[in-house]
């Protein structure tokens, strides 16, 4: 196993929690801005008010793409477990 290859894993890696964590980061995102431009109109100051809907849009979010994120994590795995072999010899 070469130093490209370890480069190859790990970027592959990394693009993969990207890949999973980016729908949840940009709702959550989407939801905080519209949670903090209703706070700046409505000068209502509570911190504890962007929390929760960030937490209903994450799990939201959850809902609708869970199964399209367990299948790309399951593919993935599934490609990183076929290249054991190589990496032994």
Do not use: C, N
Not at 47 to 53: E, G, H
């Amino acid at each position: 196993m070469s130093i490209g290859d370890v480069v190859t894993l790990l970027r592959g890696g990394i693009l993969e929690v990207l890949y999973l964590a980016a729908p949840m980061l940009f709702f959550a995102l989407i939801v905080g801005l519209l949670v903090a431009i209703l706070q700046a109109t409505t000068s209502i100051q509570e911190q504890t008010l962007t929390f929760v809907p960030k937490v209903l849009a994450i799990l939201l979010v959850l809902m609708f793409l869970g199964g399209w994120m367990f299948s790309h994590l399951r593919d993935y795995t599934v490609q990183l477990f076929k290249m054991i072999p190589s990496m032994a010899g």
